[in-house]
């Protein structure tokens, strides 16, 4: 995966944010938190307001803009005159970020079972009552070891297209 000098790092939600910050606080993925506009992460989902923030500041270099999201029809619109001035690159997490730690839990094949949506399964299922909200997914994936291992056993499990790229795409190999 290639980037340009500068990354936008843009979050679906908070869930997501919080996973990135995480990979990004151990040194875990493929670019540092220096190669961030703004040094962090982002979470800005409208194309035209990252224009309005970023575009119109006048980088001499083209923006790799990531895009850590469990829709697959989202668009990212941007006016034309701008186009020609970012790479995107969507991370997709379908179906959702919750899958991970469906995963952790090893509860992949109990979870196909349940035809739940992942958040309502790790409420109902795991009892893991407020699973969307930092302090959760913080202590969740403490330990950030388990955050890799649940990664990895999400690419191993799901259906990726050849098309798209996941969270593991941007893990360090090791």
């Not at 290639?2 to 996973?19: H, L, P």
């Amino acid at each position: 995966m290639e980037f340009s000098k500068y990354i936008a790092c843009i979050c679906e939600g908070t869930a997501e944010q919080v996973i990135i910050n995480i990979l990004l606080d151990n040194n875990k993925l493929i670019f540092d938190r220096k190669d961030l506009l703004e040094e962090d992460v982002l979470r800005s989902r409208s194309g035209q307001k990252f224009e309005q923030q970023y575009l119109r500041k006048g980088f001499d270099d083209k923006i790799t803009v990531l895009r850590i999201l469990d829709s697959r029809n989202e668009n990212f619109k941007i006016s034309r005159a701008y186009q020609h001035k970012i790479d995107v690159i969507n991370i997709i997490t379908a179906p959702e970020i919750e899958m991970l730690i469906i995963c952790n839990e090893n509860k992949y094949e109990d979870y196909k079972k349940s035809k739940k949506k992942p958040s309502s399964y790790c409420k109902e299922d795991l009892s893991y009552k407020n699973v969307k909200s930092k302090t959760f997914i913080t202590e969740y994936f403490e330990d950030v070891d388990s955050l890799i291992n649940a990664i990895k056993e999400y690419k191993k499990v799901s259906n990726i297209p050849n098309h798209e790229s996941s969270l593991f795409d941007l893990l360090k190999k090791e």
